[in-house]
């Protein structure tokens, strides 16, 4: 309850969110917070490394966290319930490097935000990471950390599928999945701006519809992507079958940030 839901991101609103077991783990700006399926706290956990978290994923036994204000990926044991993982991420010309770091002690990175790193995506055999000023989807493998598809400027949400890479092309108000045979892409639902709620000269500075953000894999062929105002699509690769779309709100300074499959039916 002490969350200040009102204006925009930063240090305000929840972020990402993964599930392990029966617990719901949901990220907000420098806190993890654990609940149970129907939303009683268990528990929460703050680290200095962590600021302006975005999204986060689970991969077997740790949470991976985008730590957007140090340019990091940080990991949750959740086993110990500690901060057990970190990586720091810098550009050095056209290349990237990866520096590890123990989130519990002190010597890690300073503050930092050039990256703008907003999401991570792990699966055997690597970790896949991204952000606006990334241009393109790196690949750590434990040991380098390597560009593994080129992307443009201002992406979230960017992740392997299929042959490819899906991913959330915000400054271009689509949900683009590109691959060597060939690109589909779905368009940003937009709205009347009679519509609009939320609308001011000081807000539209900071805050626009149809912002493409949040995005998860249903199955093979389904998608489901977030944006602003406050909208759900899913959208699906198979020939003939319609988009469809709920809106929750259409205040303008509300978007979706993470979205992942509930597992725990209804």
């Not at 528990?43 to 689970?58: D, P, T």
């Not at 520096?99 to 990175?109: A, K």
């Amino acid at each position: 309850m002490n969350i200040d839901w009102q204006g925009r991101g930063w240090d305000r609103g929840l972020r990402g969110i993964a599930f392990d077991g029966e617990t719901v783990f949901i990220a907000a700006s420098d806190e993890l917070f654990a609940y149970t399926p129907d939303f009683k706290r268990l528990g929460s956990w703050r680290n200095r490394y962590l600021k302006h978290c975005h999204e986060i994923c689970r991969h077997e036994r740790t949470i991976f966290m985008t730590s957007t204000g140090f340019d990091s990926i940080l990991g949750f044991d959740l086993a110990t319930r500690t901060f057990s993982f970190g990586l720091h991420v810098t550009a050095e010309g056209d290349d990237f490097a990866g520096r590890s770091f123990d989130p519990e002690f002190e010597g890690g990175p300073a503050p930092s935000n050039a990256l703008h790193l907003n999401n991570v995506h792990c699966a055997t055999g690597g970790m896949h990471l991204s952000g606006l000023r990334t241009g393109g989807l790196l690949a750590y493998n434990g040991r380098d950390l390597k560009r593994w598809a080129s992307l443009p400027a201002g992406v979230h949400n960017a992740r392997p599928f299929r042959d490819g890479v899906l991913f959330n092309d915000t400054e271009a108000d689509v949900v683009r999945f590109a691959s060597p045979g060939g690109e589909r892409h779905f368009v940003v639902p937009r709205f009347a701006e009679d519509q609009l709620t939320g609308v001011s000269a000081e807000d539209t500075q900071l805050a626009r519809q149809a912002f493409a953000r949040g995005l998860c894999v249903i199955d093979e062929d389904t998608i489901a992507c977030g944006s602003s105002p406050s909208t759900l699509s899913i959208h699906s690769f198979k020939p003939g079958v319609d988009s469809r779309m709920a809106t929750l709100s259409h205040d303008v300074r509300n978007a979706i940030h993470g979205l992942e499959v509930w597992p725990f039916g209804w």
